[in-house]
C-alpha cells in the first residue's frame, strides 16, 4: 500500500496543475448547474465541441488559446439559444420538467457525441503549439510539462476573472440574485429569464475555452464527454453549488486524488476513472451541500 | 382479461416462430429488441411511475451478465439458476440504490447511477479472475431438449422474460404501489403528508427495476459467448432503456413496450443498412424530438388522435 514520498510529492504537484484545469473545466457547469439549477449533463459534450473548434482553427494558423478565445462569442450566443429553448419548452411548463429535461439534455450530449464521430471519426485529435511537448525543470529530476502550465495559467485566470464578474459588475450580482431569489428579482422589476439567458451564454462561452484547455492538455476523442460528466459534477457538487472558491477547492480535491490514485503502485490507471466518481458518491451522501455550501 | 390473452398470444408467437423460421439473423436481432423490451419496462417502473431519472442501466445489466458468466465459469450452473441468481444480485444493488433515494433526488440521483456504473465498470476492469479487461471467453453448452439450436432457445427465453416484466410492471401500475410512486412523482413531500410510505416504495420500485435489468443481463454471455467489461457496462444501455419509454410513453406499462419495440427495430434496421454511429445518432434526435414535441409519447398521439 505505500507510495514513497518524492512519489507522493510529485503526485501533489500535478495534482495541483490538473485541479486547476478540472477547476476551469468545471467553472461553466458551476454557473449553469450551481447557480441555475439547470441539469445541464451536456455540457461536457459541447466542451469536447469546442476542442474539436479549436482543433480546426488551430490547423488554419491559430495558437490553441487564441482559438479557444475567439470560440467564446459564438458559444455565448449559442449557449443564450440552448438556454432561450430549454425554458419555452421545459421550465417555462414547469410540472415534470425534472425527468424530460435531464433526458432532453442527455439526448442533447448524445447528438453532439455521435456527430463528431461522424464527422471526424474515432480516432484521437491532438494540436501543435509552441509550449507543447516541453517541459520545464524545476530543480532535482522533476520536470513539468510546460502545456500543463500554461493551462493552469489560463484556468486561474477563467475563475480569478468570472469571480470579479460576479462579485462586482451589476450583470453577477444579478445572476447571484436570480439564483438565490428569482421572486424578489421579478418584484424588482427584472427580468429573470434574461439574466438567466445571459448567465447561460457565459457558461456555454466558458465551456469553448474550456475545450481549448482539454485540447491542449491531451489527446481528445468524441466519447471524451462521458468521463467528464463525472469529473464537472464532482467538483459542482463537491464546491457546493455556485461557489467559484469552492470549484477551485474542489478541482485541487479532486485533481490531488486522482493523480495520486494514478501514481499509487498498487491501484494505477484502471482505478483513476473511478475517483470523480467515488468523490461524488461520498459527497452526495455526506455532506450533499458541498464544502462551500449556501 | 384480454391482457391475458395478449400475453399468452405473444408467448404463443415467439415459439411458433421459434417453430418455424430458420433465419438464424431473425434470432439474433429479435432476441435484442425483446431485451430492450425487459429493459424499457424495468426502466420505466422506477423513471415513468416514480419519475427518478436512473442512467444506471449498464450497472445492472452488467452485474447481471458477469453473475451468469462467473457462476458458469465457475460451477458450470445452469442458464436458469444463473438468471435468478443475476436478478437476485442487480435487485440488492438496486436496493443499495433505492437507499440513496433517501437524500438524493432529481438530477443528483441520476449523476449518481452514472457514477454507480463507472464504479461497477472499474471493478470487473480489474478483477482478474472474472477476465479482466480482455473479457472471458464461454462456450456455450449444448442447447436443452426441444430446442435445436441455442439462440432460438434464448430468443423464446427472453421472451418470456419480456413477458414477465411487463406482467410484473402492469401489476405495479394497477396496484396501490403503483399510485403511490405515481404520488411520489408528483410531489415526494405531499404524498409523505397525506401517509404514502415514500422510502418503502422506492426501494421497492428500485429493487424490482434492478433486479429485472440484471435478469435482462444474465443470458448476455451466453449470447456472445464471450463477456467484457467496457461493452457490457457501456452507456449505450442507458439510452436505450431511457430512449423506449419517451419515444413510448411513460404513463402506462404499454409504453416502453411500443418504444422498445419500435426503438430497437429500427436501430437494428439502420446498424445493417448505414452504420453504428447513425443508430445512435437516431436515438438521440429520435428522443429530443419526442421529448420536446410529444412529451407523452408514439401513445399520447395516438390519444390525441382518437379525441
Not at chain 1, 29 to 48: E, K, Q, R, T
Not at chain 1, 250 to 263: D, N, Q, Y
Not at chain 2, 132 to 141: F, I, S
Amino acid at each position: 500500500m505505500g507510495i514513497p514520498v518524492e512519489l507522493l510529492f510529485e503526485a501533489v504537484l500535478f495534482g495541483i496543475l490538473l485541479g486547476g484545469f478540472y477547476a476551469a473545466v468545471s467553472a461553466g457547469l458551476s454557473v449553469s448547474f450551481g447557480l441555475l439549477d439547470v441539469p445541464h449533463v451536456a455540457h461536457p459534450a459541447i466542451m469536447v465541441f469546442g476542442s474539436y473548434c479549436t482543433w480546426g482553427l488551430v490547423r488554419a494558423g491559430l495558437d490553441p488559446i487564441v482559438a479557444g478565445l475567439l470560440l467564446m462569442p459564438p458559444f455565448f450566443l449559442l449557449g443564450m439559444a440552448v438556454y432561450r429553448f430549454y425554458y419555452e419548452t421545459f421550465e417555462k411548463r414547469g410540472a415534470e420538467a425534472g425527468v424530460r429535461g435531464i433526458a432532453f439534455f442527455f439526448g442533447v450530449a448524445l447528438i453532439i457525441e455521435v456527430g463528431l464521430i461522424l464527422g471526424f471519426g474515432v480516432d484521437q485529435r491532438i494540436v501543435e503549439a509552441s509550449y507543447i511537448g516541453k517541459s520545464l525543470s524545476i530543480g532535482g529530476d522533476l520536470r513539468v510539462p510546460l502545456r500543463t502550465l500554461v493551462v493552469f495559467c489560463v484556468a486561474v485566470l477563467i475563475t480569478v476573472v468570472l469571480t470579479l464578474y460576479m462579485s462586482k459588475t451589476f450583470t453577477g450580482r444579478a445572476i447571484k440574485a436570480v439564483a438565490q431569489d428569482e421572486p424578489a428579482l421579478r418584484l424588482m422589476g427584472v427580468n429573470p429569464v434574461r439574466i438567466k439567458q445571459w448567465a447561460f451564454g457565459i457558461a456555454t462561452a466558458i465551456a469553448a475555452l474550456g475545450g481549448a484547455l482539454l485540447i491542449i492538455i491531451g489527446p481528445v476523442e468524441p466519447a471524451m464527454d462521458r468521463a467528464y460528466i463525472g469529473r464537472t459534477f464532482a467538483v459542482v457538487v463537491l464546491a457546493g453549488l455556485g461557489s467559484m472558491t469552492g470549484t477551485v477547492a474542489a478541482g485541487m480535491i479532486l485533481g490531488i486524488s486522482e493523480s495520486v490514485v494514478l501514481m499509487h503502485p498498487g491501484l494505477g490507471a484502471s482505478w483513476a476513472p473511478a475517483v470523480s466518481f467515488a468523490l461524488l458518491l461520498l459527497v452526495l451522501g455526506v455532506r450533499p451541500q458541498g464544502l462551500f455550501g449556501r | 382479461m384480454k391482457f391475458w390473452i395478449g400475453a399468452a398470444v405473444a408467448m404463443a408467437l415467439a415459439i411458433a416462430i421459434a417453430g418455424f423460421v430458420n433465419y438464424e439473423y431473425f434470432f439474433f436481432a429479435g432476441y435484442t429488441v425483446l431485451m430492450f423490451v425487459v429493459l424499457a419496462t424495468a426502466w420505466n417502473i422506477l423513471g415513468g411511475y416514480a419519475g427518478y431519472v436512473n442512467f444506471g442501466t449498464p450497472a445492472f445489466f452488467g452485474l447481471g451478465a458477469y453473475t451468469a458468466a462467473l457462476l458458469y465459469k465457475t460451477y458450470a450452473a445452469p442458464l436458469a439458476l444463473q438468471i435468478l441468481a443475476a436478478a437476485g444480485m442487480a435487485g440488492l444493488l438496486g436496493c443499495a440504490t433505492g437507499l440513496l433515494t433517501l437524500r438524493l433526488r432529481g438530477i443528483f440521483f441520476a449523476i449518481a447511477t452514472i457514477a454507480l456504473v463507472v464504479m461497477m465498470e472499474t471493478v470487473f476492469v480489474a478483477w482478474r479472475y472474472a477476465g479482466g479487461a480482455t473479457g472471458l471467453q464461454l462456450l456455450r453448452p449444448a442447447p436443452t431438449a426441444p430446442f435445436e439450436s441455442y439462440i432460438k432457445m434464448l430468443f423464446v427465453l427472453m421472451a418470456a422474460m419480456a413477458v414477465a416484466s411487463v406482467v410484473i410492471a402492469r401489476y405495479i401500475e394497477r396496484s396501490w404501489i403503483g399510485r403511490g410512486l405515481r404520488a411520489i412523482r408528483d410531489s415526494e413531500q405531499a404524498a409523505e403528508a397525506s401517509g404514502v410510505p415514500t422510502l418503502k416504495l422506492k426501494v421497492f420500485a428500485c429493487t424490482v427495476c434492478g433486479a429485472l435489468m440484471g435478469a435482462a443481463g444474465a443470458p448476455m454471455p451466453m449470447y456472445l459467448s464471450f463477456i467484457e467489461p467496457f461493452s457490457t457496462f457501456n452507456l449505450n444501455y442507458a439510452i436505450g432503456a431511457l430512449a423506449s419509454p419517451m419515444i413510448g410513453g411513460t404513463a402506462t406499462w404499454l409504453g416502453p413496450v411500443i418504444g422498445a419495440v419500435v426503438l430497437s427495430t429500427l436501430q437494428q434496421v439502420v446498424t445493417v443498412t448505414v452504420s453504428n454511429e447513425t443508430n445512435v445518432l437516431v436515438v438521440g434526435v429520435l428522443l429530443v424530438v419526442f421529448i420536446v414535441a410529444a412529451p407523452e409519447g408514439i401513445l399520447g398521439l395516438f390519444r390525441k388522435l382518437k379525441r
